[in-house]
């Protein structure tokens, strides 16, 4: 079992003071070796330090330029039905979008099984060029050849993403446990911002120099940004074994009642969670919201979710990720209902948005902590993916669901489509709920 070493000052320190440990086992009667040098690292989390937080860099820069673009599908939705793809249904056009968040979600079992075994040396420089490549092939897309986009940034983006978000998230875990929560929160909080600098960046480009060199800038700076991912984004714990099908999706954690009601909660949740994300600004037209606001509410979206993703993150260090995660839930589902439902004016609109983002982030970050806080850490990632099989699949079906709904662009439509997104996040948040209760009924109880 092959251990990679640290080359600078304090991994030779490391290295002498572990020797010097094996030598004290050794007279004690205790493993000594790679056995236990694998052990110790099992154990020993650094949970900071310049190494730590640069994986942590590297992943944030990663989620910010692949995640920030799929959270700026928005953009695209509008622009695809006013202008490049006129002919097709809204329902259509989001189906797009929601098979970048399918394959991102869906090949998690496989991928998070081949980072169990491979680490990253494979999977993040090929993610990152079929990114890069998506989206200059994005950016060639003609008017009204709808099965174009399909093929650039429903599937081939949506596998580049797919090989770039799972091993930048599950490699947090090799750095961090007891920060763990707070450090994903970080890194996913990269895919808000990025949310927020390209819906800005592609809004301000297109009408100055077209659609296709827009989408070849934000390219450029996905590229950057995966470059400096690469260079920085390393694993600790030492890698397992051989890939084997059976380990593929980890079937085995679904005998755990918690695990598996975090699933159905994961599924519930994400099926209505983008929805938003997809309908906010379309609604804001709708509702005559001048074009100087309507366009900026996906980055006022995003910008809260930065918050959303840091801040319960630290909290849920302290009091746990269901803790912060279930209440979080709650709310955002009864934003939906109580806020966006009678809103009809710019403010409530603008209000609801922020509040939105502010509240639903709190399920990209918390839920990986949770499942990383009931898992083995050598199955951490097949039990990631496991998970997030099944968010794909709600992810797939969810925003075409809501875009069906909208047919016709009235109030009627859009009230079926703003129920029908707030009735399932508060169902998520009750399934979570439970998992919560098979822990403790205390109160202050930690998880």
Known sequence: MKVSTDSTLEGSIRTAVADVGDAEKGKAGLPTGPVANDQALVTDYPDGGLRAWSVVLGSYLAFFSTFGLINSYGVFQDYYETTLLRDSSPSVISLIGALQLFLLYGLGPVLGRVFDVHGLRVLMPLGSVITVFAMMMVSLGQENQTYQFFLSQGILFGIGVALV??????????????????????????????????????????????????????????????????????????????????????????????????????????????TPYFYVEIYADFRGTPGSISRYLLAIL???????????????????????????????????????????????????????????????????AYIASISPAEKYGARFGSIYMLVAVSTLVGTPTAGAFVTTVDQAHFARLIIFTGVLTIAGGAVLGGSRVLHSRKVMFKI
């Open 302 to 368: 995003n910008a809260a979710g930065i918050f959303a993703r840091v801040i319960p993150g630290k909290l849920a260090d302290s009091v746990g990720p269901l803790n912060i995660l279930v209440p979080c839930t709650f709310v955002s589902g009864i934003l939906c209902l109580c806020l966006w439902l009678p809103a009809k004016g710019e403010v409530p609109i603008i209000v609801f948005t922020a509040l939105y983002g502010l509240f639903s982030g709190a399920a990209v970050s918390l839920i990986p």
């Open 165 to 274: 978000f799972t091993p930048g998230l599950a490699v947090i875990g090799h750095w961090f446990r007891r920060k763990r929560a707070f450090a994903i929160g970080i890194v996913a909080s990269g895919s808000s911002l990025g949310g927020v600098i390209y819906p800005i960046m592609l809004q301000e480009l297109i009408p100055r120099v077209g659609f296709g060199w827009a989408v070849r800038i934000a390219a450029f700076l996905t590229m950057l940004c995966l470059i400096v991912a690469c260079l920085t984004l390393r694993t600790r714990l030492p890698l397992r074994g051989r890939i084997h099908l059976s380990d593929v999706v980890d079937l085995e954690g679904f005998r755990d009642p918690k695990y598996t009601l975090c699933g159905i909660g994961a599924f519930l949740i994400f099926y209505a969670l983008f």
